[in-house]
């Protein structure tokens, strides 16, 4: 039997992945430090100042600003995000979810999202899936981010469902482990390699079909 599926939002649902790159790149060159892809995939899924922090240390300027400075930093790279994701559409929802999304509410199924972005209703409204959501976990009152399992168990605690009767999926090594923490059965989309942790891999969202999961999650 499933309650529910808690949905990641960047890397999952749209990949916002790449505007999170785009400004964090804008925002290190100006101090100096250099990032690329590889690096980027550090901060999947992590919050937006455990990101600058990576970034600082990344660079080795961690002892270099004061936490004003930091802050400043942290609101500008958001500002750059916002106005790239503001001309975000429903054109920018990765193939198979808009079908996978309408079979598990179809079903009667519930549906929570589970992400460490505090834009995370402005891209929803953008895409128009706000409407799917049963539940969105709030990221601004999370206090671990992910690996912690927090915001999956704010998601669980919303839809008001058990974790051994729900699917969580990720795009991130450490959203896989949040995952697995609460509770729920993992499916990571990206990497077998790096989503080891994971109960089940999927390449990419096309394979994300509603059937194969639910006969998979009930053997
Ligand atoms: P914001 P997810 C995460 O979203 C992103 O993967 C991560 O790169 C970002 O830093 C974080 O949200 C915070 O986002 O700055 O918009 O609050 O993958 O958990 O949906
Ligand atoms: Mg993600």
Redesign the pocket.
Known sequence: MIDAFIF?????ITD??EY?YLAWKELANKIGIEIDREFNET??????M??LERILVHGNKQNDFTIEEKEKM?ND??MY?VSLIENITPKDILPGISKLLENIKSNNIKIGL???????NMVLNNLKLVNYFDFIAD?SKCKNS?PAPD?FLMALKGLNVEAKNCIGI???YS?IEAINTSGMYSVGVGDKKTLKNANLVVEDTTYLEFDTLMDIFNK
């Not at 990641?8 to 999952?12: K, Q, R």
């Not at 589970?114 to 995370?120: F, L, R, T, V």
């Open positions: 990641d939002l960047d890397g999952v916002t992945a999170h901060l999947k899924g992590v919050s937006r455990e990101s942290a790279k958001n995000y589970a992400s460490a972005s505090k834009n995370a990221a992910k915001i990720e795009d991130a959203g």
